[in-house]
């Protein structure tokens, strides 16, 4: 059984991540059964559009679920792996090229594979609890799940600062990064969804949007813009190193690690 609930209300298709136990790591089942119901409403009329959310308070998705990926790939399995990233891929694509508007509702932890789900919908929601981070990086990973896509529009040097460093965005730093586009308080959220459902439309959002607590990237651009305009990640290095501010400190050590 999926551990993803997926119905149509009203004429909006409903997609739900129902596994706040594992963080809503997203398994390989979860990514074919999103795919199989963006495919049959991608030409639906009767769908209007599509509202992506999950259950729990800590995370939205947490990523994807590795572990059985690990257990395969141990036993020599390595087909498994590159089925699993294949078609989620190709998930992340259909909801950036979605022909209807995808609202998503990201709540606590989004990382990597939750990047991939909520951050290439049109209407991207965020809360006061709201983490996004494409952590991959930290092992050596290219950002996947389409993140260097959002990384390369994000302002000045941001995308190769957030790329290398794996920073957690708050809700506002994950608007001004390109990552997000509103901020709605989630004890306002069943509203929202209420009126999204009765109107059949993205409409609503507008009415609920508030400015987000005050973030980090904003202020410190002019500074990431200076140190990360180097074209090489040893340049990059070199400038971190020979900088006497705190934040250059605390970046080095970061991709020291």
């Known amino acids: 059984m999926s551990d993803v609930q997926i119905r149509i209300e009203g004429t909006t298709g409903r997609i739900t ?15 074919l059964d999103i795919d199989a119901a963006l495919i049959a409403w991608q030409d639906d009329p009767a769908v209007t559009q599509v509202l992506i959310d999950a259950e729990g308070p800590r995370a939205f998705c947490a990523g ?3 572990a059985e990926i690990y257990q395969r790939g141990m036993a020599r399995d390595y087909d498994y792996g590159r089925r699993f990233w294949c078609d989620e891929y190709q998930m992340n ?5 979605f022909p209807k508007p995808v609202i998503s509702l990201m709540q606590g ?17 965020v809360a006061e609890t709201t983490q996004v981070s494409m952590p991959e990086c930290g092992i050596g990973l290219v950002p996947d799940v389409g993140g260097t896509e959002i990384l390369a529009r994000a302002p000045g040097q941001l995308g190769k600062y957030l790329g290398t460093t794996g920073y957690r965005m708050g ?24 009126a999204l459902v009765a109107a059949g439309g993205p409409a609503p959002i507008a009415d609920f949007c508030t400015p987000p607590p005050e973030g980090r990237l904003s202020a410190l651009r002019p500074l990431i ?20 501010s705190d934040f250059a400190a605390e970046t080095l050590k970061i991709l020291n690690r």
Not at 19 to 28: D, G
Not at 171 to 194: M, N, R, S, T, Y
Request: hydrophobic share 50%.
């Open 171 to 194: 809700p506002a730093d994950a608007i001004f990064a390109g990552f997000a586009d509103h901020f709605i308080p989630q004890a306002d959220w069943p509203a929202l969804v209420a």
């Open 109 to 125: 932890f989004v990382m990597g594979g939750g990047v991939g789900l909520g951050g290439h919908a049109s209407h991207r929601i």
């Open 93 to 97: 694509a259909r909801i950036a090229e």
């Open 17 to 31: 991540l129902t596994r706040p136990q594992a963080l809503n790591a997203l398994s390989y089942q979860m990514c």
């Open 225 to 244: 813009d200076r140190l990360f305009a180097a074209g090489t990640a040893v340049e990059i290095l070199k400038d971190l190193a020979g900088d006497s």
């Open 64 to 66: 994807g679920d590795i």
